[in-house]
């Protein structure tokens, strides 16, 4: 039967390109000891040269393998940046041209029973061959061996491919055409779900190819809420594979979105998959992890994989949560030359191939982004999406009335702060004298750029903002949803963002820590689901222009505030219902309080209440001291070689994140390889630690010269 044997231990780097490094014999004694996933080049978070990690590099493995007679060796590379070349045992198997999908290369020919030698050259030059490069692109794109690598044996006679779909939620049918290799013979494919079964068939193929339906099963429907997965295996007299799957309808429609024939108002945010210092180079828990803030930690319903296929593990949670994922080819404005097109085609057919089972994905983006319109080349990604996979295609543009060549107009819709209403109405952007399937899948981001430790009133209208943008779009019917830009902030070419690299469009930063921004989501949940209580204010009398706290956004899921000011009666405040009518839960606006000026400032209290019951408090003092450091694990699953993740940060008396705190922490980690420097500032009065766990014990400490030690304990 296939096994997956994962490779990414023990390999050797070396950040030049050796001749003949490729052989056998070669000497790689001077090449470091790596894992993978792997960056070319660790970089500073701020102020580095955006080509650092422009170079051609060696990895090389030696690894035994047992090769058998009548086996099959295809050896998968996830994810390269940008242009790769594979050598086994000194001979050339294959290239590949893109960074954000499989390099997949059968080398059962060029193995041999014992030692081998595996080696790639990495070429993390932005070539203008490959997508998106031959313009500027608004992010980096690093370098390294960055994903998994596996091998994966299976008979000759293997099973090639399992896509699998349904036609009628209703009738909850399924469609599972197989693909296989060799002779043909019977094939067998059963639905499962914990140890139950729920439908199996056989059939026996024809000329490779096989079909099997089932219909009116007794299964879950698979929603954002519920999003329930079964296993449909399919198994063959030498292989078996399985995928993971999910019963669900998707449409766009004139009049909105509709997931399982109910209409949702879709409300997103893009993610780029890059972190601090390695880049793309974060193993599985940092994909899971961004999946989970997306979904817990900002609320939103949809996410776009800005501007390239995500990880698959990245996917996979989005799967196993409920996340709806809009997946789009690589790049960003520029359209290359004939075989760039031809680049982007294959690209196209790679990305959908991978991810054509995964139910979470509901949109293919066949457009690349920002572009011109190319008629004849946006009629063939379109041609091609729809002869692979029965999704809707979108593709995403700036230009007002550009060709509509998809199955859904989106639209990257920037509009300045000083303009009303802050989303356009759709007809004015697509030219058109009808509705037409309609996302908006940019906002803000460059409009209104937001540091975590701005001034509280920059940070203030930049979550307004965000706001205004949602009630705007939960009011037109023909808007499907609207996807801001972004949810972390990243870094970025010289052409973009501050002169530092990075880009501040996120509503959180680049360490995956919330801004005022990012409540606006979170508090649009269920109260059901958790109670939302975020006053966005540090409570300083100074800080804003002028002076006081007014106006204070209070961004939460309750009925009612009551703010209890040290001397003064209570106040009642409810949610600004009349100036976000349509958003679920519209935050509440304290615009007048006790008069203040010239008296001693005072400590405050805000109380939430549901139907009259006290759900949440938030006190703030007026005279806020450093307390302590804290330390939150926010890894769920610890693993050996991959990443857990500790938050950081700087709390006052009442708790509260103390923002303006920018002292100096000092990391020590035992037992895992810390990702960053060790002694780092906080920022915004928080930071985030990744490491890679090496031992099964882990300690990390970190401490600073007014705060006392803290350490945490994790044992996998």
């Not at 001749?19 to 993978?36: A, E, K, M, R």
């Not at 954000?100 to 932005?126: H, M, Q």
């Not at 031809?342 to 994905?361: T, W």
């Not at 920059?458 to 499907?480: C, D, G, P, W």
Request: aromatic letters at 12%; a negative charge.
């Amino acid at each position: 039967m296939r096994q997956i044997i994962n490779f990414n231990l023990d390999w050797k780097y070396s950040n030049q390109n050796h001749q003949n490094f490729q052989n056998p014999t070669f000497d790689d004694s001077c090449f470091d000891d790596v894992y993978l996933p792997h960056t070319n080049k660790e970089l500073p978070l701020h102020y580095f040269s955006d080509t650092e990690f422009c170079f051609i590099s060696n990895y090389r493995k030696k690894v035994v393998i047992k090769k058998e007679v009548g086996k099959t060796y295809h050896l998968v590379f996830e994810g390269i940046s940008n242009y790769a070349e594979l050598y086994v045992n000194g001979k050339f198997v294959n290239s590949h041209k893109c960074a954000y999908t499989n390099f997949e290369c059968d080398i059962t020919a060029f193995i041999v029973d014992g030692k081998n030698v595996i080696a790639v050259l990495v070429d993390s030059n932005e070539r203008p061959d490959v997508p998106p490069f031959g313009g500027v692109v608004d992010y980096l794109c690093y370098g390294g061996i960055y994903r998994d690598v596996n091998l994966i044996v299976t008979s000759n006679d293997y099973i090639k491919d399992v896509y699998a779909f349904s036609t009628d939620v209703v009738d909850k049918d399924l469609h599972v055409e197989i693909s296989l290799t060799g002779r043909d013979q019977e094939v067998e494919v059963k639905i499962e779900k914990d140890g139950r079964t729920y439908g199996k068939q056989k059939a026996i193929s024809n000329n490779g190819k096989a079909k099997i339906v089932f219909s009116e099963l007794h299964v879950e429907l698979w929603d954002v809420d519920n999003p329930t997965l079964y296993d449909i295996i399919v198994r063959t007299n030498g292989d078996q594979k399985s995928i993971k799957y999910g019963f669900r309808s998707a449409k766009f429609t004139n009049d909105g979105f509709y997931l399982n024939g109910k209409r949702l108002q879709l409300m997103g945010l893009n993610r780029h998959q890059s972190f601090p210092y390695v880049g793309y180079a974060m193993p599985r828990n940092a994909q899971y992890e961004d999946a989970d803030i997306l979904k817990y930690e900002l609320g939103v319903n949809i996410v776009r994989s800005s501007h390239y296929p995500p990880s698959k593990h990245f996917i996979d949670r989005c799967d196993e949560i409920g996340l709806l994922v809009f997946e789009e080819i690589p790049g960003w404005n520029h359209i290359g030359d004939e075989a760039w097109k031809d680049q982007s085609l294959k690209n196209v057919h790679d990305m959908i191939m991978r991810d054509r089972n995964h139910p979470s994905v509901i949109l293919w983006g066949v457009r690349i982004n920002e572009s011109d319109d190319d008629h004849d080349f946006y009629t063939k990604t379109n041609a091609l999406a729809r002869s692979l996979d029965y999704r809707q295609t979108a593709g995403v543009r700036w230009k007002p009335h550009s060709e509509f060549l998809e199955d859904v107009f989106a639209i990257n819709d920037f509009v300045p702060l000083y303009e009303e209403p802050p989303l356009r109405e759709p007809r004015m952007e697509t030219g058109l004298d009808h509705d037409v399937p309609y996302l908006v899948t940019e906002y803000m981001g460059h409009m209104f750029p937001t540091k975590i430790n701005d001034q509280e009133a920059r940070l203030v209208r930049h979550a307004e903002r965000h706001a205004q943008i949602q009630n705007f779009a939960h009011s037109i019917k023909n808007i499907s949803g609207a996807i801001g830009w972004c949810a972390f902030d990243y870094n970025t070419h010289r052409h973009f963002g501050t002169n530092d690299k990075i880009c501040y469009h996120g509503v959180m930063d680049i360490f995956r820590n919330p801004k005022y921004a990012s409540y606006v989501y979170l508090s649009q949940k269920n109260p059901q689901e958790g109670v939302v209580f975020e006053p966005a204010t540090i409570w300083a009398f100074g800080e804003k222009d002028i002076g006081g706290v007014l106006p204070l956004f209070v961004y939460t899921n309750v009925d009612k505030l009551t703010m209890v000011f040290e001397g003064r009666d209570p106040i009642d405040y409810y949610p600004d219902k009349a100036n976000y009518p349509y958003l679920p839960h519209p935050p509440i606006i304290i615009k007048e309080m006790p008069e203040v000026w010239g008296s001693t400032w005072k400590d405050v209290v805000f109380y939430g209440y549901i139907n009259n019951k006290l759900v949440a408090t938030r006190a703030y003092s007026s005279n806020p001291i450093p307390s302590r450091l804290s330390l939150q694990i926010k890894t769920k699953q610890p693993r050996l070689f991959d990443s857990i993740r500790i938050k950081v940060s700087a709390l006052d008396e009442r708790d509260n994140v103390m923002k303006f705190y920018s002292e100096p922490i000092k990391i020590n980690v035992n037992g895992a390889r810390l990702v960053g420097p060790s002694t780092v500032s906080l920022s915004g009065g928080m930071y985030s630690i990744w490491v890679i766990a090496e031992q099964k014990h882990i300690s990390v400490s970190v401490e600073s010269e007014r705060l006392s030690l803290q350490t945490v304990e994790i044992d996998l």
